[in-house]
């Protein structure tokens, strides 16, 4: 199968069929992705909270993002892959953003890359896109200002809040974002937003109306219970299953009942009652 681009996201929106997208930090989980037919795995900073146990995202480093999109990229040949831009890779300046960026694509194989924030990151965005990176933007709940949004709140529960966010989605297209992800925005207006842009939203806590939807893969596979917001629909209790196979190799190993002959290596006797007679001190 043809691998995934950023046209093609566009022309799901444009038949109206809705778009999948899973964040993945690993190798395995981008197999798993793949052989699943998810169109987008984005590498997301998330990676700091539910894998690097981080009380926030603002730890993460691009040397972290790097590595993990690395590791995804060699999983997935046909999804789309998009690595986001860590807290202070691209808010700093022009220069560095471009470089941090390239990095995602040259050293992390990544196909675009996303970065937070509205309208005052759209001159961000239009130089990535003139220098030939694609960009998803991310707007709503934007977890690298949680200090400033007061903890992880709904965003744009006021007219004024929430026409900024029309205006920000709006900016964003304008500097050539090629799609937008919605986070933590009451479902009415993700949906406005949605039919006020022609690039792609993806939802995340941002209700039905979307062009696609994205969760935080550990916290639909139920590896990630620290913090569980409302929106995130478990799937699977894996922590459940990883738990019963530890508890199970724990009581086998305790019970010399693992490794059991099939799991062991042999000798051939000849070889064995050789090695046997040159240590029998030892009861070999
Ligand atoms: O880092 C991440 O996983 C994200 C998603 C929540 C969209 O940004």
């Known amino acids: 199968m043809d691998k995934i681009t950023i046209h093609d996201i566009q022309a799901k929106k444009t038949r ?28 997301g ?11 926030s995202t603002l730890p993460v480093t691009m040397d972290m993002m790097v590595l993990h999109c690395r590791a995804v990229r060699r999983g997935a040949a046909r999804a789309l892959v998009i690595g986001d831009m860590p807290f202070m890779s691209y808010q700093l300046g022009i220069d560095d953003a471009k470089r941090n960026a390239a990095r995602l694509l040259v050293e992390g194989g990544a196909d675009a890359v996303k970065l937070e924030g509205g309208a005052h990151m759209a001159p961000t965005v239009r130089a990535l896109v003139e220098i030939g990176i694609a960009v998803q933007g991310h707007i709503g709940l934007t977890p690298q200002s949680v200090s ?13 809040a929430a026409r900024k966010l029309i205006d920000d989605a709006r900016a ?69 299953a990883m738990r019963a196979a530890f508890d199970a190799f724990r009581a086998d190993v305790q019970a010399r009942a693992f490794p059991a002959p099939e799991h062991e290596f042999t000798l051939p006797d000849d070889v064995w009652d050789a090695i046997a007679a040159s240590d029998s001190d030892n009861g070999g």
């Not at 050539?176 to 939203?201: D, K, Q, Y």
């Open 16 to 43: 109206g069929e809705p778009i999948t997208m899973l964040t993945a930090y690993d190798y395995p989980t981008a197999l798993l992705l793949e052989q699943s037919g998810i169109d987008v795995i984005l590498v």
């Open 148 to 160: 400033q949004m007061g903890g992880f709140k709904v965003q744009g529960k006021s007219v004024a």
């Open 45 to 55: 900073d998330s990676v700091g909270m539910v894998v690097h146990g981080l009380e």
């Open 172 to 240: 964003l297209e304008r500097a050539g974002a090629f799609s937008l992800v919605l986070e933590g925005i009451p479902a009415r207006l993700a949906g406005l937003i949605t039919r006020s842009v022609s690039i792609p939203t993806i939802g995340i806590g941002a209700g039905a109306a979307c062009d696609g939807q994205v969760l935080v893969t550990h916290d639909l596979l139920g590896l990630f219970d620290r913090f569980t917001p409302k929106f995130a629909k478990q799937y699977a209790d894996l922590a459940g």
